[in-house]
């Protein structure tokens, strides 16, 4: 089974610092991308990475970067976490494109106070 | 752009019983594929059924099945014999055959009940 691995389930950070989320698959999948899910909206595709070192912006990628060091690692970056990007945030990575399916985490429930 | 409406928040069902949920989209592409995507309650996201455009065939996967109308750009989900653990919020995605990546784009998600 494929496994993406989200480092943290909750997270508390304060207004202005620097938040770091992590993401790992297991697959050796191609694709990885960040999304945010907020009621009623659905989840909204931040960044997404279709190789190592290759980015690409979402819909909604303001106040956020990546990094895609290593195919098996996406990273999210908050540069100066606000109160409106308290959320919550998925990872998820897929092989190729077509009908293949994405593989989600298990999300970070993140609260900027 | 394309986008994907989901115009039910919220559904309930008996146990047992059949309930479907709408889904929506709209695109100018011929080529996509369209999911459900299931997220029970604090658990992790996971893919209910997919539909290639091409094919006219809908697509089942044993409880679950689609009802897919291409020119409607309708792509409802029917669950069968209600289970309790089918208690989850329901995604509908789209993925356009043409864009580099497999990115989807959701609807806002339905939250199904089940009354046992």
């Known amino acids: 089974d494929v496994k993406v691995t989200q480092s943290s389930r909750y997270l508390v950070k304060r207004t202005g610092e620097k938040v770091f989320l992590e993401c790992v698959q297991d697959?050796?999948?191609?694709?990885m991308f960040w999304y945010r899910q907020d009621p009623g909206l659905g989840l909204r595709l931040i960044y997404f990475s279709y190789d190592v070192k290759m980015k690409e912006k979402g819909d909604i990628p303001e106040g956020y970067s990546v990094s895609r060091e290593k195919k098996e690692r996406f990273s999210l970056i908050l540069e100066s976490a606000s109160t409106n990007q308290t959320s919550m945030y998925l990872c998820?990575?897929?092989w190729g494109s077509g009908n293949q399916p994405q593989h989600f985490g298990d999300g970070t429930r993140l609260s900027i106070l | 752009a394309q986008t994907v409406t989901q115009s039910q928040p919220e559904m309930s069902v008996q146990e047992a019983e059949t309930v479907t949920l709408s889904c929506t989209y709209d695109?100018?592409?011929?080529?996509?594929?369209l999911f459900w995507y299931k997220q029970p309650p604090s658990r992790q996201m996971i893919l209910v059924i997919r539909?290639?455009?091409?094919?006219?065939q809908n697509a089942t996967e044993n409880r679950f099945s689609v009802n897919f109308q291409k020119a409607a750009k309708s792509f409802s989900l029917k669950i069968s014999d209600s289970q309790l653990g089918d208690a989850a919020m329901y995604f509908c995605?789209?993925?356009?055959?043409?864009?580099?990546?497999?990115?989807?784009?959701f609807g806002q998600g339905t939250e199904l009940s089940v009354k046992p």
């Open positions: 995605a789209y993925r356009s055959g043409y864009n580099q990546g497999g990115k989807l784009i």
């Open positions: 695109t100018s592409e011929s080529d996509y594929y």
């Open positions: 539909q290639e455009a091409y094919k006219q």
């Open positions: 697959m050796d999948h191609e694709n």
């Open positions: 998820a990575s897929s």
